[in-house]
């Protein structure tokens, strides 16, 4: 349900994106995006061959070691774990977490809404009170919830985000939905007698794409960061997981005494949230209409 | 105005969702271990004692039965006593109310301050510097979370440059514009990274079309027509997304609100699940569902008045 | 076309730069003007003011009712009690009760009350004593289970009070000395049983002048008390969730004191120009909880193991960065009658390698450790702890939940090993021995479900044993036997961590937390 403009404007800009075939420069943020992301994918898969490091090792003898003291890159934490690997080594949960809590609910929350929105009627609004009813309900309790009867860990972290995230998608989709609907070639494609499935897919959903993804690149990141969120209020991944929300909440008490605890794993996020936003620009690009 | 009579069919809708919502939450709460006997014995507790208070707070009866005299208390306009602060939960949660709600829309007023501008500028200067600057700056801003954002904030500008008040929501207006600039600006960084990326997005959309087209349209008034899209787009944009991530908002300016020792609801939630504090709980999260699908409502409406083209069930 | 799409975006850019300017500008302003305009003067650190910073809201000033720790020590600077601890929590003062006889083979005690007034200047009579006292005791899951032993409460006269008991009850001073039997004006509890508590009226050195529990407490001298004016006239308490804060607020001198200041800032504290840390003795004590149920945790020679394999320096290095003290008695450190010649179990290996050889568990077996979240040195113990029985075969899953969850499943007989700490209500060894030792207690030794024919005698005769040469030495050998039988692990006693300005002089806090002593003789110097 993001702006559109005015229908004339964007018929002409789809014809002109039809017009216009891909050219290779243009794709430089998607490059860029892959190529950022597919670094910290392929770091943290090879952990074990970058650092001798292991992330669960105590060192009691070093512990909050600034970075480049002592042989740590990084530094260490309170019990003298290697930053530099648990930060590598998580890499490894924080990817799962924004590709795959991200992906189940992108795809969810985007069909759903596609549903609800071309069907309209009865259909829309039983979704939509769905809808409603998981919005309005407040996250936290049910985080609070879940963790409290199950326990903490990486995939009740999941299972939260599955239960809550998805709205987000169905909601814009079904709102792009709806005012795609009723656009001429949609009506010619109905006219034409397309089953409902392949007016959904192939003419509609190519056109929603774009602003699902754009949503999509921040809502991973914001998973990964709601990890440190739940640390915070003590929900979080289960020790001693190197996840980086984790080490940034963990890290929370040494902000004043012993910066880089929090702030690097922070960086680390920072870093995947600007490959997402490069890949998301230039999905949304490739998409759209390049200039 | 036959475009708006979807308003009162979803009034209408309202109440199953609400009632879904009281139930939801009430078996939930039940369902997580620990109860509220716990929490005021601590380390003292024995059984004795535990269920003497258990019993106190007719927390034996069976849980149907505890619901529908919460139902019945409910219509009567109170969700009872809270069991951490002795006095109703009503009270307690009608304190809290302003600060969240102060801080939610000033928070939206400086978002929209800043990804305004910057959202038409970066679609304007693709790929230029400030583009790719606002890009990074509002991620960053976005990826560091609140209470690390928070701090930094207090010591840079309250400490050190001693602009602003460290912590606490003031009295009077001007109190609070002044004790919530530091939030809001912690939050309103976070959804600066969306607002402006949608922003963006769409502007980028209207100026190419505009391109496409400048053979078609002619005289000065296009312009008018174009920056009252552009500017449509952008109120459109922020209702739209503030709209959607208000649940999220509103639960997640918990980290806010303890950074800045601000008494919000955000907080008394997290706090009261903590306690088992059952009444607090249930009140907090009917206000909750009431401000968002109030929220959900107006959003639709705004879009509808502002995009002719949207049909609305 | 490129002039026209120049032109256009000029003229976009144009509206845009407008727009901008008019963003950027506004948001300037706003800041400015608050900040510069807005924003009143610097408070101005006047020296009859003492602002504390808390970590936690208030429940309730309520002394039957309250819950949280926090609440509890505001409450005893507010309303007095018939007796209170002394500074280093092993002896008790008068404080209402200027003396009292013990008749009756000891059990009668005739309190005499001196004339004290409320801060409202209605006088406090023993009724009012005999009201609070009895109302605190009726409150059901309260602490009446204290005086189980008393028989009635009667105000003979007005400044006269007579407690008659059914059996003798060694405890029954450090009862009374108890913070839920603080006593209230009786006629105006009565008359406004919830409102009265929004701005209560007791007769302590200082009143309460406005209450908000989510943000702030103002206190001021009461102008009735009864006992040496404190040089401090107003106390204000900001309560501050967040430790970074709490610090940032002392460091900035807005505050004179704050509680809990993260452990790991101590040393920076103390090296900060005008700031130290104190350190208050405490009487908690860290243990890990040994369910019996769990069949290896019932093998004393696997307890044997557990203590010796368990390095409490290290944890009191990494969990308490130094600031703690390893646990032997679980009784809390030095309180009254506390055994000073049992030393915690040192860290050896072998002789824990060893004992495990002797159980039935000689290669080591699984096992879970239940952990509190957001429990920073929880956590770290915790992690310790894992490490080091691993050496021993003994694998430990730490299982974190959120606080109540995990008392939950500490409760009620079907768990391993938990994190627990206890802390004392009362300065008699009786309250904590109930708890950790008999097992008629209601607390099933700490969740053990351990117990021992001759500690649990030895238990029983010292809650009525009046003689103290006696009590001390049967509560001298208790300590023995739990400690070489181990119910449950103690660690760690750990203190109270405050941080201040060196400008405030004689802040103390007593083993259970109360510091309205030391606020008669604080002063605060201008800063």
Redesign the interface.
């Known amino acids: 349900m993001t702006a559109a403009p005015s229908a004339i404007l964007l018929d002409l800009v789809e014809r002109r994106a039809r017009r216009r075939g891909g050219r290779a420069g243009r794709h430089i943020t998607l490059i860029a995006g892959i190529a950022i992301l597919g670094i910290v994918a392929a770091a943290s898969l090879a952990a074990p061959l970058i650092t001798h490091y292991n992330p669960d090792t105590l060192d009691p003898l070093r512990p909050l070691a600034p970075p480049f003291s002592s042989g740590h890159i990084l530094g260490t934490d309170e019990f003298g774990r290697d930053i530099f690997a648990r930060i590598l080594y998580g890499g490894r949960i924080d990817l799962l977490i924004a590709f795959g809590a991200t992906g189940v609910t992108l795809v969810a929350g985007t069909a759903i809404g596609l549903v609800s929105g071309y069907f309209g009627g009865w259909v829309d609004a039983v979704l939509m009170r769905i809808v409603d009813l998981f919005f309005a309900f407040p996250f936290f309790v049910l985080v609070i919830a879940i963790v409290a009867m199950l326990g903490p860990s990486i995939f009740n972290m999941f299972v939260a985000i599955w239960l809550t995230s998805w709205i987000s998608y169905a909601r814009i989709t079904r709102g792009h939905t709806i005012i795609l609907k009723g656009r001429e070639y949609v009506l010619a494609a109905k006219a034409l007698g397309y089953r409902h499935h392949r007016v959904m897919l192939r003419h509609i959903l190519p056109n929603v794409v774009s602003f699902v993804l754009i949503f999509a690149m921040v809502d991973a990141v914001g998973n990964v960061l709601l990890g440190a969120a739940l640390g915070f209020l003590g929900l979080g991944a289960k020790p001693p997981s190197p996840e980086w929300g984790a080490m940034i909440s963990d890290g929370q008490n040494y902000i004043l005494s012993s910066w880089w605890l929090s702030t690097l794993p922070g960086l680390a996020i920072v870093v995947v949230g600007v490959g997402f936003s490069l890949l998301g620009d230039g999905l949304a690009d490739l998409l759209r209409v390049g200039d | 105005m036959a475009r708006y009579s979807f308003v009162l069919r979803r009034l209408l ?2 109440i ?3 009632f ?2 009281t139930l ?2 009430f078996f ?2 039940h ?5 509220p ?17 258990r ?2 707070l007719g927390l034996d009866r069976p849980l149907v039965r505890q619901y529908l005299l919460f139902m019945q208390h409910l219509f009567h306009g109170s969700v009872g006593e809270s069991i ?4 109703p939960a009503r009270t307690v949660i009608e ?2 109310l302003p600060a969240t709600m102060f801080l939610i829309g000033y928070s939206a007023v ?1 978002a929209t ?2 990804s ?3 959202g ?2 970066s679609a ?1 200067r ?1 790929g230029g510097i400030f583009d790719q600057a606002a ?2 700056t509002t ?2 801003g ?7 954002l928070g ?1 930094i904030f ?2 840079i500008f ?2 050190h440059l ?8 003031g009295s009077g207006f ?2 609070h ?2 004790h919530l ?1 530091l939030p809001a600006l912690t939050i309103a960084l976070a959804f600066s ?2 607002l402006i ?3 963006r ?2 502007t ?11 053979a078609k349209i002619k005289g000065i008034s296009r ?1 008018r027509i ?2 009252r ?2 500017f ?3 109120v ?2 922020v209702v ?2 503030f709209g ?2 208000l ?2 908002l ?3 300016t ?2 806010i609100e ?4 601000i ?1 919000g609801l ?2 008394l ?3 009261s ?4 504090d059952y009444p607090v ?1 249930q009140g ?2 009917l206000v ?2 009431v401000m ?2 109030g929220i ?1 409502l107006l ?1 639709d409406v705004v ?1 509808a008045a502002l ?1 002719p ?5 | 076309m490129s002039n026209r799409r120049s032109s256009l975006r000029s003229r976009l850019g144009g509206m845009a730069r407008g727009a901008t300017a008019f963003g950027v500008v506004a948001l300037v302003v706003a800041g400015v003007a608050a900040a510069a305009t807005l924003r009143t003067t610097h408070r101005t650190a006047s020296t009859d003011t003492f602002v504390l910073a808390n970590a936690v809201k208030i429940d309730t000033l309520d002394p039957e009712q309250n819950s949280v720790n926090e609440s509890i020590w505001l409450d005893q600077n507010i309303y007095s009690r018939l007796l209170q601890p002394n500074a280093t929590g092993t002896k008790l003062l008068p404080d209402l009760a200027t003396s009292w006889k013990v008749s009756n083979g000891g059990k009668t005690y005739t309190f005499h009350l001196r004339s004290a007034k409320f801060s409202d200047g209605t006088p406090l009579t023993a009724q009012d004593a005999a009201y609070s006292i009895l109302r605190a005791k009726a409150l059901k899951g309260g602490w009446g289970f204290l005086l189980d032993a008393v028989k009635s409460i009667t105000a003979t006269n007005a400044h006269t009070l007579v407690i008659k008991l059914k059996e003798q009850h060694a405890p029954l001073l450090a009862d009374l000395a108890m913070y839920a039997y603080s006593v209230l004006p009786q006629k105006e509890v009565q008359a406004s049983p919830t409102g009265f508590f929004n701005k209560p009226v007791g007769s302590g050195p200082f009143m309460v002048t406005s209450l908000n529990k989510d943000t702030e407490l103002d206190l001021a001298a009461n102008p009735y008390w009864y006992g040496k004016k404190p040089s401090v006239k107003n106390i204000k308490v900001e309560i501050v969730p967040n430790d970074n804060t709490r610090v940032l607020l002392l460091q900035s001198k807005k505050v004179d004191a704050i509680e809990n200041p993260p452990g790991n800032l101590i040393n920076q504290i103390d090296k900060y120009p005008g700031l130290q840390s104190d350190l208050f003795p405490s009487t908690r004590v860290d243990f890990i909880q040994l369910d019996e149920h769990f069949a290896p945790l019932k093998d004393p020679n696997v307890r044997a193991a557990l203590n010796y394999g368990i390095d409490r320096n290290a944890i009191v290095k990494l969990a308490y960065s130094g600031h703690a003290t390893p646990g032997s008695s679980y009784m809390p450190y030095k309180m009254l009658y506390w055994n000073a010649s049992l030393k915690p179990y040192p860290y050896d290996l072998a002789k824990a390698k060893a004992a495990l050889a002797k159980s039935k568990y000689p290669h080591g077996f699984n096992t879970y450790l239940i952990e509190v979240s957001n429990d920073v040195a929880g956590n770290a113990t915790a992690v310790v702890i894992k490490s080091e029985l691993a050496k021993l075969g003994i694998n430990v899953d730490i299982r974190t939940y959120e606080l109540l969850t995990a008392y939950s499943k500490e409760d009620g007989g079907h768990s391993e090993m938990g994190q627990r700490y206890w802390t004392n209500d009362i300065i008699d060894p009786d309250e904590v021995t109930t708890f950790a030792v008999d097992p008629q207690g209601g607390a099933n030794a700490f969740s053990s479900y351990w117990s021992d024919p001759t500690a649990t005698k030895l238990v029983h005769a010292a809650r009525s044993e009046l003689n103290p040469v006696k009590r001390a030495a049967m509560y001298a050998q208790i300590q023995k036997i739990v400690y070489q039988q181990s119910p449950f692990l103690v660690l760690d006693y750990s203190p109270y961590r405050y941080a201040q300005g060196k400008w405030v002089h004689g802040f103390h806090v007593n083993p259970l937390g109360a510091y309205n002593l030391s606020l008669l003789d604080m002063t605060v110097d201008s800063h």
Do not use: C
């Open positions: 809708q309202v199953p969702v609400l879904g919502i939801i939450t939930l709460l369902l997580i271990p620990g109860d006997a716990l929490q005021i014995l601590g380390s003292s507790y024995t059984k004795a004692r535990g269920d003497a208070i019993h106190a951490f602060f002795h006095e304190e809290r400086v301050l800043i305004v501008p910057a038409i500028i304007l693709q890009r990074i991620l960053v976005f990826a560091m979370p609140g209470f690390w701090i207090i010591l309250s400490i001693n602009l602003f008040p460290v912590n606490g929501y001007v109190g514009i002044d600039f990274t969306i990326r949608t922003l997005s769409s980028l959309a209207v100026l190419a079309a505009d391109y496409i087209d400048t312009f174009l920056s899209h552009v449509r787009n952008a459109v944009s739209v997304v959607i991530n649940a999220f509103i639960s997640g918990v980290i303890n950074v800045f020792s008494p955000g907080s939630l997290v706090d699940v903590s306690t088992r709980v907090v999260t909750f569902a968002v699908v959900n959003t879009h995009d083209r949207v049909v609305l069930e």
